[in-house]
């Protein structure tokens, strides 16, 4: 099981910046597969299926959206107790206006998409990013 809390997030005007944090805790047991954790930022604006904003795998491998390329950075740091994910958004435009949730899964799948929700088994309860024209 993993626990995963975010704190940041809030209003911005366009061209404003914002930081998104989550603490992933859990698999006290197997420190191995903490550290291995694939972890990802995602939003879902009202209306709008849920999208993959940026996700990051145990080998560091990065992948972001189109959308947010050469505005967002993700990284993580790891300790002995939790995974820290962080979200850097800059340039924000209105149309990054969302609800973002912090996603991770242990690495056991034979196969995944990085940006899919789908194969994501656990979520935070989500943080709201409002940016305003």
């Known amino acids: 099981q993993v626990r995963l809390v975010e704190f940041g997030g809030g209003s911005v005007q366009a061209g404003g910046s914002l930081r998104l944090s989550c603490v992933a805790t859990?698999?006290?047991?197997?420190?191995?597969?903490?550290?291995?954790?694939?972890m990802g930022w995602f939003r879902q604006a009202p209306g709008k299926e849920r999208e993959g904003v940026a996700a990051i795998d145990g080998d560091g491998n990065i992948n972001y959206a189109e959308s947010v390329k050469g505005r967002f950075t993700i990284s993580i740091s790891k300790d002995n107790a939790q995974n820290t994910l962080t979200l850097h958004l800059n340039s924000l435009k209105p149309e990054d206006t969302a609800m973002y949730y912090c996603a991770a899964d242990p690495p056991f799948r034979p196969q995944r998409t990085l940006l899919s929700p789908l194969d994501f088994a656990y979520w935070g309860q989500g943080t709201q990013v409002t940016v305003s024209s």
């Open positions: 859990g698999y006290t047991t197997s420190r191995d597969i903490m550290g291995e954790l694939i």
